[in-house]
T-cell receptor, first 114, second 114 residues
Framework: DVKVTQSSRYLVKRTGEKVFLECVQD?????MFWYRQDPGLGLRLIYF???????EKGDIPEGYSVSREKKERFSLILESASTNQTSMYLC?????????????FGPGTRLLVL | KQEVTQIPAALSVPEGENLVLNCSFT??????LQWFRQDPGKGLTSLLL?????REQTSGRLNASLDKSSGRSTLYIAASQPGDSATYLC?????????????FGTGTRLLVSP
């Protein structure tokens, strides 16, 4: 089974702190994604990556950056956390197999910025 | 811009009922449409994926249909059980949005009472 793990289930941070959210997948997937999920807005794509050291902006990249130094790990960075970044953050991965593939999601990190 | 809408936002039914969840999308140029399930505070689990050339997909008590020309999909759940209680999300991978970039609806929260 594909397993996508996220470093924390719950995080509480202060405004202005630098925050790292880590995601690791164990299935050698090329594609990795970061979403945030807010009530009434659904899931929105923040950043994604098709390969190591590659990154592409999603729909809402402002205030975030990412790092992908190894194929299995995709990190989301909040350079200076703000209260409007309080949200549920979901990581996903998928293979580039040439076939139509779904995305496999981690359990999520619920971040509260005070 | 692709928009995905799910109706109803919430649904409560007694155990044993058959039910239909609806999903509509504005841009019919899609690669595929997917249905996911999300349990409270958890990540997403893929249920069914329908490619643009397909009309329906079935898995156990679940049947998803796709009418690309009208921009609609339905998820039919037969003989509902309390364990089906969750939020159901549909997502579209569009040709004009980009490969593997999913646009999500805001979900239908289903409660099946014993």
């Amino acid at each position: 089974d594909v397993k996508v793990t996220q470093s924390s289930r719950y995080l509480v941070k202060r405004t202005g702190e630098k925050v790292f959210l880590e995601c690791v997948q164990d299935m050698d997937h090329e594609n990795m994604f970061w979403y945030r999920q807010d009530p009434g807005l659904g899931l929105r794509l923040i950043y994604f990556s098709y390969d190591v050291k590659m990154k592409e902006k999603g729909d809402i990249p402002e205030g975030y950056s990412v790092s992908r130094e190894k194929k299995e790990r995709f990190s989301l960075i909040l350079e200076s956390a703000s209260t409007n970044q309080t949200s549920m953050y979901l990581c996903a991965s998928s293979p580039s197999s040439g076939r139509v593939e779904t995305q496999y999601f981690g359990p999520g990190t619920r971040l509260l910025v005070l | 811009k692709q928009e995905v809408t799910q109706i109803p936002a919430a649904l409560s039914v007694p155990e044993g009922e058959n039910l239909v969840l609806n999903c509509s999308f504005t841009d019919s140029a899609i690669y595929n449409l997917q249905w996911f399930r999300q349990d409270p505070g958890k990540g997403l689990t893929s249920l069914l994926l329908i490619q643009s050339s397909q009309r329906e997909q079935t898995s156990g008590r679940l049947n998803a249909s796709l009418d690309k020309s009208s921009g609609r999909s339905t998820l039919y759940i037969a003989a509902s059980q309390p364990g089906d209680s969750a939020t159901y999300l549909c997502a579209v991978e569009g040709r004009n949005t980009g490969f593997q970039k999913l646009v999500f609806g805001t979900g239908t929260r289903l409660l099946v009472s014993p």
